[in-house]
């Protein structure tokens, strides 16, 4: 038998010499191709279809589909894992075996090995980048004796199906390359699971390295990616209820890809309509989060938290001390063990990819209070989610077992909710402090008394009580109508309660009741430092002394907000009226309701909801929303500038200039008049190195680009070291004369010096 295929190839072979190719987007019965400048050609000049080399092997050659602009971006290899060495290969068309692929030896080197005989076959390439055999000259996908896209490489295109097909039982996956140069199989692949709910997975071998988390109805429940409309994922049901997926491009114009590369990340492209250029739109996974298992069983991994592993509540390491060494993989077990006599409660994880499917099972038509009693009915059920969010929610999913590969989202709108099952005793309130009363907070505060009231802000008020044990306390009750919502006043319990140290204010605890939401803090009796540098009839000046070491308590403050403490913490809205003095006049650094987390390795973010006080924001933050801890020593500068000169920034005004606090002490600093800026009320009291050093200081921290700012760290060594050299500081952010109009507004409008914060929503370019 091999000796007939090795004439009867031969015999094509031979026959070859007398065709001549065409150049088009097809080929026939007795038509071929037999170089590498011969190629097929997709109508729309989009695709095309020949040889090339091995890269690091120049000897092996391969037939491929590759982009018409972009040579490099092969998409499709016929016979990735039998190249053709050391000679030139043949690709034409067979009524048996369709499609046929030799050397030009004549050796057999592939074959798209149909099993219908056509009399007419004719393989074209259509412009979504599919190699199609047909029996006659009629094109249609009912029609297809066979076609490539059933035979996926490493790269998914608009239309291709990956999961199983009903028609042929194939189930298409990516296979990713050997390496950059060699479209020989590698390592990952890339396909649809199914169990119970359909989710995408990379694996190694039979490892998994990604899942997508199961499908909800809308999108894959744990992808980031929810809102790229260039990417529509399109999924089906079968009647064995497997599953295939595709994908459309909203612009057909714009050329997409997405491609499994050899180090098992999914890499989404897009070119766009008249470039020549494949930018990549982002890539999966993405961080260490995205691992598979990153944090072992019954863990859960934070991406944005300096240490992104944690045990889910109730659940403590299996080995403390390989977590103490960040090492999680070991995961976590019961603090407490499980009652199953309908004693067990259920914790809500908001926000989640869901774990792994491996042990689960999953009815259609539950609501989510019959999947919570269907769930209490078994004692191994330990967790249960809504499994789809079309028509209002449906779906029971149930866990079973340990749950594996669970991360936590920041933005609550990528994830789900899921409830997991605790003992009773585990169950409470995820504050992390204490949990005032209502009532007790109210007859602190002689039921929100104006006599009580200590200031007030865009929030709410914040009032004086005092408890019965004699203790003070500060309560901050945010307003209903309070541009602080739910999610900052989260922030800010989250933030400080985790935070000590001398110079940030304590928080006490909290109370959530009704519609309630307070925060309880440390009395300051001496209230906010503004009340003492911006208030002209204060019978209280603060001298230089007292404003010299308040400003390195704050310096002090913010070093441990940026890198001392356990959480790295931008606070976004440091400004006078968010320092508190206690008895004896140390600064407290307040109100973290617009502090922002980094995680270990983030150095800047950026938003579209600029949020802080005119006059302490960076130009890089009011302007574009980027914030880094370099905004942060923006406003400790515009703070110091403040207090040396007790005039505020965006108030200040001169009679022969109209530039702000920050430009006036800058002119005064390059004509070597620096003193000036102090507070006409220190005149006869202060320490001339000292005032000029921390003008300099002032000045080095609002300094128009970021990189050329101080840390806190440097801050406060140049503060504390007078015989540090210092670097001459550059022209400051915002450095633009106002007209006489703006200053007059400015003094005469109190709404601009005024604890007001404001909001700016960024535009976004259509």
């Not at 034409?92 to 798209?112: A, P, R």
Request: net charge neutral; hydrophobic share 35%; with cysteine.
């Amino acid at each position: 038998m091999q000796l007939f295929f090795t004439f009867y190839y031969a015999a094509i072979f031979l026959s070859l010499f007398s065709e001549f190719s065409i150049a088009s987007d097809s080929i026939t019965l007795n038509q071929s191709i037999i170089s590498r400048e011969e190629t097929l050609v997709s109508l729309g000049q989009r695709y095309e279809l020949g040889f090339f080399f091995n890269c690091s092997n120049s000897q092996d050659q391969y037939l491929g589909i590759w982009h018409k602009n972009t040579p490099d971006a092969v998409v499709w290899v016929a016979n990735r894992d039998n190249p053709i060495k050391n000679s030139h290969g043949i690709v034409t068309i067979s009524k048996t075996k369709g499609l046929v692929l030799l050397s030009q030896t004549g050796s057999f080197i592939w074959s798209s090995n149909v099993s219908i005989v056509a009399e007419n076959p004719v393989a074209k390439l259509l412009d979504s980048g599919n190699l199609v055999l047909v029996g006659n000259t009629s094109i249609s996908s009912e029609s297809y004796l066979w076609q490539s896209f059933n035979y996926p490489s490493n790269s998914w295109l608009p239309g291709m199906k990956l999961g199983r097909n009903e028609d042929t039982g194939q189930e298409p996956y990516l296979t990713s390359w050997k390496n950059t140069n060699d479209p020989s199989s590698g390592d990952f692949t890339y396909k649809i699971q199914s169990d119970g709910l359909p989710q995408l997975v990379i694996s190694k071998g039979t490892i998994k390295k990604f899942r997508s988390g199961p499908w909800n109805g809308h999108r894959f429940n744990g992808f980031y990616y929810v809102t790229q409309p260039k990417f529509l994922p399109i999924l089906v049901q079968n009647e064995d209820n497997s599953y295939t997926i595709t994908y459309e491009s909203s612009n057909y114009l714009d050329r997409t890809r997405a491609t499994l590369n050899q180090l098992g990340i999914l890499q989404r492209y897009i070119m766009k309509e008249g470039s020549t250029q494949w930018d990549l739109m982002y890539s999966t996974p993405k961080d260490q989060c995205d691992n598979y298992g990153q944090c072992g069983v019954n863990g859960i991994c934070r991406n944005y938290k300096s240490i992104i592993c944690e045990c889910l509540k109730g659940f403590i390491p299996r080995s403390q001390e390989q977590w103490s060494v960040l090492d999680s993989s070991s995961g976590c077990m019961r603090r407490t063990p499980l009652n199953c006599q309908n004693r067990d409660k259920f914790m809500k994880v908001k926000a989640v990819k869901f774990p792994d499917l491996i042990n689960s099972s999953f009815e259609k038509s539950m609501n989510l209070e019959e999947c919570k009693a269907e769930c209490l009915k078994s004692c191994s059920c330990i967790a249960y989610a809504n499994s789809n969010l079309t028509s209002g929610g449906r779906g029971c999913l149930m866990w079973f077992g340990d749950l594996i590969d669970i991360r936590d989202y920041f933005e609550e709108y990528i994830g789900q909710d899921i409830y997991i099952r605790l003992a009773a005793s585990e169950i409470g309130e995820d504050w992390e402090l204490p949990l005032f009363n209502l009532a007790t907070i109210a007859t602190a505060t002689n039921n929100f008394s104006e006599a009580n009231q200590l200031g007030q802000g865009g929030f709410g008020v914040v009032y004086k009580g005092n408890l019965p044990t004699g203790q003070e306390l500060a309560v901050k009750r945010l307003s209903k109508d309070s541009g602080q919502g739910l999610e900052e006043f989260k922030n800010e319990v989250v933030s400080i309660s985790k935070l000590q140290h001398r110079n940030l204010v304590r928080l006490l605890g909290c109370c959530v009741q009704a519609e309630e939401r307070m925060l309880i803090y440390e009395f300051m009796p001496n209230k906010s430092l503004d009340c003492f540098i911006f208030d002209k009839n204060n019978s209280t000046v603060l001298s230089w002394k007292e404003r010299f070491d308040i400003g390195m308590g704050i310096a002090r403050g913010l070093l441990y907000l940026h890198q001392d403490s356990r959480l790295k913490i931008i606070h976004r809205d440091l400004k006078a009226s968010n320092i508190l003095l206690d008895n004896n006049m140390n600064p407290k650094i307040s109100d973290f309701g617009l502090a922002r987390i980094f995680g270990g390795d983030e150095i800047s973010a950026k938003t579209k909801r600029v949020v802080g006080t005119y006059g302490y924001m960076s130009p890089e933050y009011a302007i574009d929303g980027t914030f880094s801890v370099k905004s942060d020593v923006f406003s400790f500068g515009v703070l110091i500038l403040e207090m040396i000169s007790g005039k505020r920034n965006r108030r200040f005004s001169h009679p022969d200039h109209h530039h702000n606090l920050l430009g006036h002490a800058w002119l005064l600093w390059n004509e070597d008049k620096a003193l000036d800026v102090l507070d006409p009320r220190l005149k006869d009291c202060y320490v001339e190195s000292q005032v000029l050093r921390c003008v300099q200081v002032g000045l080095l921290c609002v300094q128009k680009l970021s990189a050329d700012r101080p840390t806190m760290s440097s801050v406060v060594f140049m503060l504390c070291n007078e015989g540090a050299a210092l670097c001459q500081p550059k022209q400051p952010g915002f450095f633009a004369e106002r007209s006489s109009i703006e200053t007059m507004t400015i003094i005469s409008n109190d709404v601009w010096h005024s604890q007001q914060t404001v909001t700016i929503t960024m535009p976004e370019a259509r």
